[in-house]
């Protein structure tokens, strides 16, 4: 079954991409200092080129690098050496460019739901000065339109939009955080682990509405999860992040292929046969029997063919 | 049987005390105060009928009597045909209580800056590197040791007395706001960045917001440390105010002044502790 994967994968070709790169990294390293004199490499020469409308699943074992990943995109963090390049620009400072959706703390306790949602638009288009004018009043009546819809559509109900986060459940409070990074229209959402603490039916409830809102706005998502079927049935592109040698602990890309989209509904996906192949596929790859068995880890083919995305 | 089953609830984790249970339990201590003392009192004077010490309930009534509505005697006498407000609002302890309530508004009044101060040491990271040092070396300063110096620099007048207070209390307060916003997840100011915030919003709009009901609860328990420094003033060096009566009358034996005075203070500082503790409930009910 896996060999048939494996094949089927790597039957898989990708299109040449002719738009222009929205994320790109260029052999990104970082490293931490451990001791007064020694550092640790969590990544080492990464080099990556996404898309625009690309939904990437960034996969990988705990403590490879993946949440690294993401915040150096963001401009949370940054490299050692190498370049990273968000939108044509370079990544120096956080700025609005990039959505970010994080495990948890993704709201502020102390405004609403509707409040939340409302937030960044406001910053964007009224300044302090701005909301002293009586047009900020009009402004905000259509904000709370918008958000309400916009809320709407995460399934939350009417009646919940004026309660604090602290009084809604993880799941709610997870989608009314998309809500609010999406209000935003931001060309790149970087979501860490946003699913990670819901009990599984809220997360496929959650995944399902994810996956249709990418396909109506398709802004580029980098995904980054443990959670391997999370990751196949979510993503058009799947990077495996892990250390090449056993023992080492710098990461690098294991493998970065296209994922087939069979369905636009996640259940349907979930139940296909070319699902449950590519998952014990990818299992095998970044977590199997690739302890024991080296040649397993590297696939050259598949992230040399990831490279060339 | 039922003392001892309500006995044996004080010792219960569990236990949940009714309403009227709580309500009437809260006031037990104050009672047994109030008897312990007047049986001391009575004890007292039955040995000696003119003992100042530990005055009776008439001698209290007449001291609480003369400082509300009789002026102090550093102070002219009222006309014998003035009204009760105007007794009141000339009063000993009218007096006392506002010259010592506009100083200590103003000490926290000038808090203000203290805190913000602290908010943008934990907010911005080349105004902590610049000031948390000396601000952690002034905190361990004991303020009381500073008195002569600031008799020296601002006079014996009020702004001494409000400085104390100031220095006193406003590197913990400074070091607690700093504290504060520092435990805000790094993800909400990081999330506030990417919806498009700029520095200052981030400031006051994302962590000072958040963190306001606890930096009310934390001048909440700095009252009595202001009160603290205040009395310490007061006492050394004033011509009005609380503590000042309280040091006068103290040379006078006169507990009948000073014990309603006590309380007096201790009811302020109550009442503001509670006004404070019912604006935040209202004004932040997400907290």
């Not at chain 1, 001791?35 to 490499?41: D, I, N, Q, V």
């Not at chain 1, 405004?111 to 949602?117: A, F, H, L």
């Amino acid at each position: 079954m896996v060999l048939a994967a494996q094949v089927r994968v790597k039957e898989i070709r990708m299109e040449k991409k002719s738009a222009p790169v929205e994320i790109a990294l260029n052999n990104v390293s970082v490293s931490y200092p451990v001791t007064s004199s020694g550092r640790k490499t969590v990544l080492s020469n990464i080099n990556l080129n996404i898309y625009p409308g690309e939904f990437v699943a960034v996969l990988g074992e705990t403590g490879c690098g993946k949440s690294t990943l993401l915040r150096l995109v963001l401009g949370q963090e940054f490299p050692m050496s190498g370049t990273i390049v968000v939108d044509g620009k370079h990544v120096n400072r956080i700025d609005s460019r990039c959505g970010y959706v994080p495990q948890k703390y993704s709201l502020f306790p102390d405004r609403t739901m509707i409040e939340n949602v409302m937030y960044g638009p406001e910053n964007a288009h009224c300044g302090w000065l701005a909301r002293l004018l009586p047009s900020y009043r009009t402004f905000k009546r259509t904000l709370r339109i918008q958000a309400e819809e916009q809320l709407v559509r995460m399934g939350l109900r009417a009646s919940d939009l004026n309660k604090y986060p602290h009084q809604l459940s993880g799941g709610m409070q997870q989608r009314v955080a998309i809500a609010q990074a999406l209000m935003m229209k931001p060309p790149v959402l970087l979501m860490d682990e946003a699913f990670s603490a819901l009990d599984p039916s809220t997360r496929a409830s959650l995944q399902q509405q994810l996956r249709e809102i990418w396909q109506e706005t398709r802004p580029t998502v980098l995904f980054v999860t443990h959670n391997t079927s999370e990751a196949l049935l979510l993503g058009t592109r799947l990077i495996i992040l892990g250390p090449h040698r056993e023992g080492s602990q710098e990461s690098n890309v294991l493998l970065d292929m296209p994922l087939p989209q069979s369905s636009d509904t996640i259940s349907v996906r979930k139940q296909s046969t070319e699902f449950h192949e590519l998952r014990e596929f990818v299992k095998l790859r970044a977590y199997g029997a690739s302890h024991s068995n080296d040649e397993l880890r590297v696939v050259p083919e598949l992230t040399e063919r990831g490279e060339a995305l | 049987m039922a003392s001892i089953a309500v006995l044996g609830q004080f010792a219960d984790i569990q236990g949940r005390p009714r309403k009227l249970w709580t309500q009437s339990l809260s006031w037990v201590l104050f009672l047994v105060g109030v008897f312990v003392y007047s049986q001391f009192s009575i004890v007292r004077h039955k040995e000696n009928p003119e003992d100042r010490v530990v005055p009776s309930v008439s001698q209290l009534y007449q001291g609480i009597k003369s400082a509300v509505l009789e002026p102090a005697e550093e102070d002219d006498a009222l006309d014998a045909n003035a009204s009760t407000y105007q007794r009141l609002t000339h009063s000993m302890l009218a007096k006392d209580t506002l010259s010592s309530a506009g100083r200590f508004f103003a000490a926290i009044l000038l808090l203000v800056p203290a805190i913000l101060l602290g908010l943008h040491m934990a907010v911005f990271p080349f105004a902590e590197a610049f000031f948390l040092r000396f601000i952690l070396f002034f905190d361990k300063i004991v303020a009381l040791s500073l008195l002569p110096i600031l008799f020296i620099a601002f006079g014996i007048g009020d702004w001494a007395k409000i400085m104390l207070m100031v220095i006193g209390v406003a590197p913990t307060l400074m070091l607690d706001t700093y504290n504060l916003a520092k435990a805000v997840p790094r993800e909400q100011v990081v999330k506030a960045f990417t919806l498009k915030s700029s520095n200052l919003d981030i400031t006051y709009r994302v962590v000072l917001k958040q963190i306001l009901p606890q930096i009310i609860n934390s001048v909440r328990l700095n009252l009595k440390p202001l009160a603290l420094f205040l009395f310490a003033g007061e006492m050394i060096v004033s011509s009005d105010g609380l503590a000042y009566r309280i040091g006068i009358m103290r040379r006078h034996m006169g507990m009948d002044i000073i014990i309603p005075y006590i309380l007096w203070v201790a009811v302020l500082l109550f009442g503001m502790d509670s006004l404070l503790r019912f604006a935040n409930r209202r004004l932040h009910p997400w907290f």
